[in-house]
């Protein structure tokens, strides 16, 4: 039972940071012949194919991102419903040709750090209709479902859970997995923040479509790990299961699961097989041993501190209704920002429908743990500066008037995009106090937390027309630059907002 020492966390956390993380090498290089498939291929594995209905349903994206659906209304959705959820979280959405030695690169609906799409997703249901309960993983290259076991194994869950009230009545559940060795070819021992912020922008498409079903999910962060790596047949120590996430309502109970045998089907995960020990113990440093350090985790459930105030609608000219389908396939990252600004009315759209919330088992609905800091670089009707956003406020508070687009570019790695943006957004966490509460498990769900508000902002600033990017950063500059206010703070995850340059794809 490690989750406790928290030192574990800041070890890691500050061995990882830019510029001089101990636990990095400034001399890695990784070029793009390194790139590893991105994509667990299993050998001689019984298939479904899965037949992709994109239609849209008629719900807008700044509708779908921002809406939270009760527990007790849901419904059991059947295979087309699943296969949208799949495909709008992990599917390939385009398809671009660069010259060698890159070749051709297969990007997906969520956006990834390098693109080298590190997170798989695994389906556990029982029988639904138009697919039979079972252990499925989803394979986005062809756009099937392979068969890891027959029979309904939610009960595993519910065991693995400690009896988690929602996973109780789910009929479908998608667990998501992190493959280390795909990411850590690039970014090193700084991969373990990257599973989270991957898995974070792919969570914000998936809560986006299951939620434009009107369907309810909890995101659960609290299992005992082994039990659900050992139901997907993981070999731990080269991918580890990072969240559930049960889908649907059934009143009818979960029966007991057929016994766990091995499964026997051969895989190939990644081609990359260096391994970074760093991140193995972060992982084994966080995980939960058995139910009762579950359930005892979970009690430190973060009760709301305050009154939830109540969405106002901004800037309604110029909101738009298009459809969430629509937005996530016509996403990608920015790759150069004009110095044109966004209007203070999008900016205010994009914080507000990014920030209601999402149901965990780690945090009341609408609250979030991480606090949103800005450089406004050009904003119409906002003058230039750093800010705060209040979020029971409503408001944004400034902290220092002045044009600092040199050091939002500095902060960002040194890169053009966060100085040529309108406004870069930099999701930050008092991680001492999230560890206080939750041991080293509070780590993934600090980076958990911030990356799904960061991929939901990815969408609302898509369904505005207005570009977006993930970038990375130097850690402890970011924490000087807005302190005093962010003093204790640390950042998880940050994006940059603006205009396009006009003949960007
Ligand atoms: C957390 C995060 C950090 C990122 N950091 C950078 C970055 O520092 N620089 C950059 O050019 N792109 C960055 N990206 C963008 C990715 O390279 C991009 O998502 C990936 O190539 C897939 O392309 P797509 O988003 O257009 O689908 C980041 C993306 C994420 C999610």
Redesign the pocket.
Known sequence: MKNHDVEDTWHYHNGTKHPNGTLLNRYHTFHAGMRPAPYKIYKNVSKISLSLDKEPIGISALDAISNIYDSKVGMIPDLNILTRILYFSGGI?RTIKFPPPMGEFE??A??????LYHIEIYVVCSDIPGLDAGVYHFDPKELKLNILRKGDFRHVLVDATADEEFVKQAPVMLIFTDVFSRNSVKYQAREYR?AF??CG?IISNTLSIISAHKISSRLISGFVDNTINNLLGLDHTKEASLVILPIGYTEKPIPKSPPIVSINIESIISDSDVDYPEINSMHDASSLCDNTEVKSWRKHFAKSQHNVTDLIPLGTGTLTNDGIEKVILR???T?AFSHDSISFEQLSTILKRSTNGIDTDFLAKHDTLNDLYLIVNRVDGLPSGSYHYVKEKDSLQLLRAGDFREISGNL??G?D?PRDASVTIFIMVNLQKVLGNFGNRGYRIAQLDA?IT?GKMYLAAYALNIGA????FYDDMVTDFFSPHAKNKETM??IALGKKVINES
């Open positions: 959405t990007f997906r969520a956006s990834c750090t390098g693109a990257h912020w991957d922008t996403r990608g990252s790759r960002g790695l890169q995009l990356a960061g990017t993930g970038l990375t995850f940050l």
